[in-house]
Every structure is written in C-alpha cells, then in structure tokens.
C-alpha cells in the first residue's frame, strides 16, 4: 500500500513554505520559485516511481543530477494557490540523459511545467552539492527590502554583504559565508543559470538585482531563515539608509561574534 503523498513531510513543508513566503509579501503573482531534491527511497513509500506520465526537454544538461528526484514549483504558477491545488501548482520529476530531460511522475495536472527558472535551479542545486553534499533547496524569490536595495546600494559582494551584516547582529552568524551578487540579467536562460551556480560555489544566497534573491539550505526551513534573516537587515537599513547613522556593529564586535557562535566570517570581508 502506498502512503498518502499529501502527508509526506516533504510534500507538507512544500506547501506550506509556499504559503508563508506568499504571506511575506516575497512571491506577488507568479513570482518566485522552489524547488526540493527528494531522497528516492523516501519518495517510493509514496509515489510508484516506475510510473512516468510525460517526458519534459529541460535545455541544459546536468550529469550529476542524472537520476535525481524534485519536488519543484510550477511555471506561471502562483504560491498563494499551491495549497488549494497542490497536484496543478506542483510536480515530481525525475532527471534522464544527463539531466536534459525530465521524467514526470506526479503533479502539472493541467499540463503545465516546471519553473522557466529550472536552468538557474538545476544549476544551482550541483554547484551546491558540491560545496555541501546535504544542500537539498534551492529558493527564489522577490523580498521587498533587498530589491529595494539593490537600487541604492553598491552592488560589490564584500560592501553590500558588509552592510547587511552590520544591520542585525545575528547576520554574521546566519551567514557568514555572505552573500553574492549578480548585476542585472536577462531571466529564464541558460546564461544567469550558469551565472547563479558560479555564484553559488562560495555563499547560499544570490542576490538578483532589479529582480530578486535565490538562497540555498539544507531544508526548506533552513533556506527560507536565510532569506527572512538576510530580508530582515535589509529592511533595516532601507528604514536607516537616509538618516545620519552614528552607531554600527564594529569588527572587533563581529571577531567576538565570530567566537562566541564558532563562526567564521567570509575571508577578506572583515578587518
Ligand atoms: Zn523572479
């Protein structure tokens, strides 16, 4: 007997972490996209694997991923509704012939596809297993605060990663790997796929400018704290970046930061 795959954990975190960043305001319309490597044995409890209901061309090869299993969002598809109608907004596919097409085994009822964003997620999920082999979420989305941000701030990685860790004092401790900036670019293509995961290689959180941020984790909870905590500081200083500031959080008082949660900041961003 199959269990019920609207009870698997993976399925249960899905829909509601889509329904929490809608809530945040992160994923207005269709923006904003997820998706979740799932472990096969996990996903047989629930789904019979053996069962392919379409073959979807991806358009970009990924070796690694051959034979891997996600749970992704829809393209065009709006985060407000996955909880209404998880088996139209959501799918399971399954990676073949070297990741340049995609098998699928579950969701899309109304014939429709994975995320246009899939290159710069497929991408991403590699680069990430290589730098963390438990990295399993891949998360893009719009918070207000950032992209707001992104106008008005110097887009060099080590300044803007700088000021966001000076915003809030747990930043450096949720990341201090930091975060990597891409400059504007034309999304949906193979190009700011390849651009992401070369970015990817070195912090879980890619800021998009003009547009959005993607953030990588362990778990959905995990990527989705990242992004919250990263969207936090920088909400601060869209409230503080047109006053006087005369207080700050020094590098000696990050270096303490450092110690006392055994964290290391990104080499080279701190004095
Ligand atoms: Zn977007």
Known sequence: MMKDLMKAGFMVEMIRTTANMYAHGWDERNGGNISLLLNEEELREYLDTERVV???????????????????????????????????????????????????????????????????????????????????????????????????????????TRTLWQMCTECIVVFPDGVNVLPWMLCGTNEIGEATAEKMRTARLVVWAQHGLYGAGRDLDEAFGLIETAEKAAEIYMKIAHLPQINTITDEEMHLLEKRFGVKGREGYLD
């Open 54 to 160: 379409r073959v979807i061309p991806t358009g970009f090869e990924a070796k690694e991923l051959d034979g891997r299993y996600f749970l992704v969002t829809g393209t065009g598809k709006y985060f407000k509704n996955v909880q209404y109608a998880p088996e139209v907004n959501l799918g399971i596919v399954r990676l073949m012939k070297a990741g340049t097409q995609a098998e699928l085994l579950w969701g899309f009822e109304d014939g429709g596809t994975f995320t246009s964003e899939f290159p710069a997620h497929m991408m991403s999920h590699c680069a990430r297993l290589e730098a963390d082999p438990e990295n399993r979420v891949v998360m893009h989305c719009h918070p207000t605060n950032l992209l707001a941000m992104t106008y008005v701030h110097d887009l060099d990685e080590r300044l803007f």
